[in-house]
């Protein structure tokens, strides 16, 4: 009988962590052999991903040359912890990360700075390492569509070794009495790290078109945030809670009125689901939407066209019957389609199959 490792990095906090340590605590209340291997990487800190590209794949090499590759089993989120790995090992991938769609995004979305550092050179040789890692696995696990195609057409994976298992929120707690006719509404950003790759300064932009009307209300939970991003917002309608947690975000959520989600990269993005779950209508990009939200509980936003922003988030809330109807179908949506049980219980289908 192996063991299933479950490889969590000591520095990440975010949501991937959170729905990996689900994963584990089902799998110890089921009573399969189990654990959780934390592993502490460091971090450059100058420039994001640098820490994970060049230090990551020899950390956990070295963390994990010790233990016998038959009697264990590996459950990874960011295809680059397997680079150095020996082929031989059975590597389960729930594809969390993937920093060549995320860097590609940089480069095509944001200043002139990130594309000389983002730049196709260095986006081809993350392919490259990517594609290497990706092919030490036994399954692939991705949230969504758009992510299985990227890895089929991008790095070139057998599109039989990847399987689509759509993130799960417990929405069933999530009960709300949401007064759709008060005047006074409160519009919601949640964002771990409040960063350009979250369009965190085009939510910024957003709050300061509204900043004349005393009736509208921007609100962005945060994990942290750059101090110069901070520093702007202070000229804005928006007020940034950081570091709160569960019971006050989901306050937050119950209190909301439109959440918005303009992220340029995500593989999943669980956020959207959990707003979704708590009735609100969402206003988002193709990334932050996902394969979660439709036309019929959304709207979809350009990537930087703060004008069309305006727009959307405008007809929502001169829309109050429209803001009802998309926010009680993305609620029966999320309870339907997108349990947490059912996410975590086909993990660990798929996991079994390589015990014995």
Known sequence: MK??????????KGGAQKSTLKLFNEL??????????????????????????????IKVKNYLKELDYKKNIFYFNNPLHLLFLNNRMINILSCKILFSRQIRSLNKNLGFFYRIIFNPFLIAIIKILEKQSLKKTKKIIVYKKSLKEY??????????????????????????????????????????KGSL???????????????????IKFIAIVRKVSKNLFQKSRNCNLEIKVNLNKSQIKNYLKKADIFIMPSLSETGPRVTLEAMSFGLPIIGTREGLGDYCNKKGG???????????YNKLFFLIKNPNKRKAMGEYNKKRVKNRFNKKRQINEEIKLLTKYIE
Do not use: H
């Open 197 to 215: 790759l979250k369009n965190f300064d085009g939510y910024m932009n957003l709050a300061n078109r509204f900043k004349e009307e005393d009736n």
């Open 299 to 309: 709207l979809i936003i350009k990537n930087k066209d703060i004008e069309d922003w």
């Open 3 to 12: 063991t299933i490792n479950v490889i969590l990095i000591k520095e990440r």
């Open 151 to 192: 890895l089929v057409k991008e790095l070139g994976i057998r599109a039989n070794n990847i399987i689509i298992i759509p993130q799960g929120v417990f929405s069933s707690k999530n009960k709300t009495n949401r007064d759709y006719k008060k005047e006074n509404l409160v519009i919601l950003f949640i964002g771990g």
């Open 28 to 57: 110890k209340r089921k009573g399969i052999s189990s654990r959780v291997l934390r592993l502490k990487l460091g971090a450059i800190g100058m420039i994001p991903f640098m820490d994970e590209l060049f230090l990551s794949p």
